[in-house]
């Protein structure tokens, strides 16, 4: 099954927001590790489980608005997989605790899928505490503009402004694909990698 299709089965927002050609063009092909951060329900980790299925897949979410345990019986049965099946795994935590960032570094991520808080300062400091050089995405850039999502930072500096610097910098030196934006500027790729 295609991407889009998972992203129809499993009911993600991915595909509403119109994320889900931009990964198809910029997803690695056979990553290892895969961490999302931002849970809710588990939608996409059931969607990237499917999609991705030698790759262990994790999530990162404070679970305040769903509880861990129900979002991994949802996750378990939606894609067929059982608990013995190591897979997917989910950590609590907030994606700004310097702790929890340097227990999930140790895990080399190959595609981080930044979906948390989509707060600008949140964002950067995620990713610059995870980013190693592999596929890194960070959604919704869009709130960027919304002054609740752009707290904690100096006025006009926004995820999305620092991204879009670096890759008017970063251009001039590569062939335009360390970083990459969808049309609409909603959604990042940064991959310092050699192409799949």
């Not at 950067?124 to 960027?144: R, S, V």
């Amino acid at each position: 099954m295609n991407l889009e299709a998972l992203a129809v089965k499993y009911g993600t927002d991915k595909l509403t927001h119109g994320y889900i050609p931009f990964y198809e063009q910029n997803l690695p092909k056979s990553p290892k590790r895969i961490l999302e951060i931002g849970v809710k329900e588990g939608r996409s980790l059931a969607m990237w489980a499917e999609y991705f299925p030698n790759a262990e897949i994790h999530g990162l979410d404070l679970f305040e608005e769903y509880e861990m345990k129900d979002v991994q019986s949802n996750i378990l049965n939606n894609t067929g997989y059982n608990d013995s099946d190591d897979h997917v795994f989910l950590h609590k935590g907030n994606q700004c605790d310097w702790r929890v960032l340097e227990l999930l570094r140790k895990y080399d991520f190959d595609l981080i899928i930044d979906d948390g808080s989509h707060n600008s300062r949140d964002q950067l400091m995620t990713f610059f505490g995870l980013f190693n050089g592999k596929h890194y995405f960070i959604e919704d850039l869009h709130c960027n503009y919304e002054e609740f999502y752009s707290q904690g930072l100096p006025m006009g500096q926004t995820a999305r402004t620092i991204f879009n610097d670096l890759k008017l910098i970063y251009d001039g030196y590569t062939d335009g694909t360390v970083i990459k934006f969808n049309k609409e500027n909603k959604i990042v790729c940064i991959n310092a990698t050699e192409p799949d």
